[in-house]
């Protein structure tokens, strides 16, 4: 797409008013329930379509496809993530009225990260075409790394905080208790900061491993800025609202490793085969209609195949649970 400043000043703007919008929503401390973390999970997804079919309209067919194609792989991946975001409102012992308010700053900061990493990516292979080669040899070892953590007897179910979280608290002294949403307090004539704030920047830059991943991926399937910028936005600010919706339905998806892990390894093929064709060898390339379906097929499949899985572990559960029960009652006497 040839976006001039005015368009993208525009759609930076417009996000910048959606997220005030969320932001003042959500204002008060409270806990999120169902209903309205559905509601606000449609609104996402509803912007995002009218934002990709707004491309089509425009007469941007490629950039529209490409935006669902990369809109619907961060989502996917998004998902996954929300799992560590679950292990790090454990770790902190963060109150359930907080949460809303952690992520709503954590994603924040997340789409500020994205933003810069998006910009070197685009720099860096408009500079250099052989950094394609890169992407997709590093998404094809993500894949198998996915592959083997899934296929893993025992998974490593605590979260642990990074050296910059550490050297954070080691730094600045804690708070031993959450104050409100107070960032900063003041105690004792000492100037302390509170979980709420370390909290936050964990969840703000764990993203930045996040991005290792999805930022080559949604370059595999666009090149374009302005796409790889807005899919991510959208992918991110509707994050919030899905933790709550299917916070409870995450240990059910117990493929989604394995379709991430074929989305990956095939988008990293994608990019190996683009970066042939860059250097003038004749193969075929994988277009944006046949990546949009792919993905959307795996999804689909994995989704299908992980509730099937779940419903038949919890049955085999509860079979075994009415066994031992069984067992336990005493003989009748006659």
């Known amino acids: ?35 309205e973390a559905g509601i606000w999970t449609i609104v996402w997804v509803v912007l995002a379509v009218l934002f990709g079919l707004g491309l089509l309209f425009m007469g941007e067919t ?16 998004s998902v996954d993530n929300l799992f560590v975001f679950v292990l790090i409102m454990a770790k902190f012992a963060v109150p359930t009225i907080y949460q809303q308010r952690v992520l709503m700053v954590g994603v924040l900061i997340a789409l500020v990260l994205r933003g810069i990493f998006i910009a070197a ?15 997709g040899a590093f998404l094809i070892w993500t894949a198998w790394k996915l592959i083997q953590e899934a296929r893993a007897e025992e998974h490593d179910e605590e979260y642990e905080e990074s050296k910059l979280i550490k050297a954070i608290e080691k730094r600045f ?22 979980p709420m704030l370390v909290v936050m920047l964990a969840i703000g830059t764990t993203d930045i491993l996040f991005a290792l991943d999805s930022i080559p991926a949604i370059f595999g399937l ?22 709550f919706l299917i916070g409870g ?11 991430l892990s074929i989305i990956l390894g095939f988008i990293g093929v994608k990019l190996v085969l683009h970066a042939l064709h860059e250097s003038g060898v004749h193969v075929p390339e994988i277009g944006i209609p046949f990546s949009l379906g792919f993905i959307c097929l795996v999804l689909v499949i994995t989704t299908i195949t992980s509730l099937r899985a779940s419903r038949k572990l919890d049955a085999e559960a509860a079979a075994a649970a009415e066994a031992d029960t069984a067992e336990g009652e005493p003989a009748d006497r006659t």
């Open 222 to 243: 666009t090149q374009d800025p302005y796409i790889v910028f807005t899919a991510n936005a959208f992918a991110l600010m509707g994050l919030r609202q899905l933790y």
């Open 249 to 259: 339905l995450l240990k059910k998806l117990v493929h989604l490793s394995y379709g």
């Open 121 to 135: 990516g685009a720099a860096i292979i408009s500079s250099f075409a052989w950094v394609f080669y890169i992407f």
């Open 173 to 194: 002294p804690v708070a031993d208790r959450y104050h409100g949403t107070k960032l900063v307090i003041r105690e004792n004539g000492k100037r302390l900061i509170t």
């Open 1 to 35: 797409m040839d976006v001039s400043l005015t368009m993208w000043v525009v759609t930076v703007v417009g996000l910048c008013a959606l997220i005030a919008v969320d932001f003042f929503i959500g204002r008060k401390p409270h806990e999120v329930s169902t209903k």
């Open 62 to 77: 490629q950039a529209s496809g490409e935006f669902f194609a990369g809109y619907i792989t961060e989502k996917s991946l």
